[in-house]
């Protein structure tokens, strides 16, 4: 699986203080009052867990599962014609289309300094190119072993479109209880 560690960081900072803030309010205003807060603070840590932390890419024998924001693609390995990475990690189909990957290797901006070093090479990659060469590796070694029935398969991810759902429904009645909305 290739994600950010940034976003794991990123996803327990933002899950502590939601819980400070929400402890916070239960404790000064009571349970009650805490709960008409409480789904601002569940929607900004939804949105750092839907846009931050889900998103990724990940490869096994079969293909590429590529998870952006609420949309999830599925693609055999049969079916990719390229892959690639301009800002981020580019995978071509023969439908013809391409799916970019918003979690996973990105691309540094040009003059970073480099951070891990490539031994074959003898010199230092950033890791988005090491984990580009893994990811073609992996395609280019389960290609000509891919079942050619595989496809491309793209879904909504249900868990969060409900997660976000239920959180829209909670800010209305919490808006309408505290009368915020008339």
């Known amino acids: 699986m290739f994600r ?4 794991v960081v990123g996803l327990i900072l933002a899950a502590a203080l939601a819980a400070v803030l929400l402890g916070d309010a239960a404790l000064r205003a009571g349970v009650g009052e805490m709960l008409l807060i409480a789904p601002w603070v569940l929607l900004a840590l939804w949105g ?3 846009l931050i932390f889900a998103p990724h890419v990940r490869i096994d024998a079969r293909g590429i599962r590529i998870h952006n924001p609420l949309r999830i693609a599925e693609i055999a390995w049969a079916r990719v014609t390229d892959i690639d990475m301009r800002w981020q990690l580019e995978v071509h189909t023969d439908e013809p289309r391409v799916y970019k990957a918003f979690g996973g290797p990105v ?9 891990r070093r490539d031994e ?7 890791p988005a190119i090491r984990d580009l060469v893994v990811i073609q590796d992996a395609w280019e070694s389960a ?3 891919a079942d050619a029935a595989g496809g491309v398969r793209r879904v ?3 868990p ?3 997660s976000l759902a239920v959180l829209i429904v909670w800010v209305i009645i919490a808006l309408f209880i505290s009368g915020g909305v008339r």
């Not at 950010?4 to 976003?7: C, E, F």
């Not at 074959?120 to 950033?126: D, Q, V």
């Open 4 to 7: 950010a560690p940034s976003s």
């Open 156 to 158: 909504w991810d249900i």
């Open 160 to 162: 969060s479109v409900i």
């Open 143 to 145: 290609r000509e072993a």
């Open 48 to 50: 750092v867990y839907a």
């Open 107 to 115: 691309a540094g901006r040009p003059g970073r300094p480099s951070l």
């Open 120 to 126: 074959e090479r003898g010199r230092r990659e950033p």
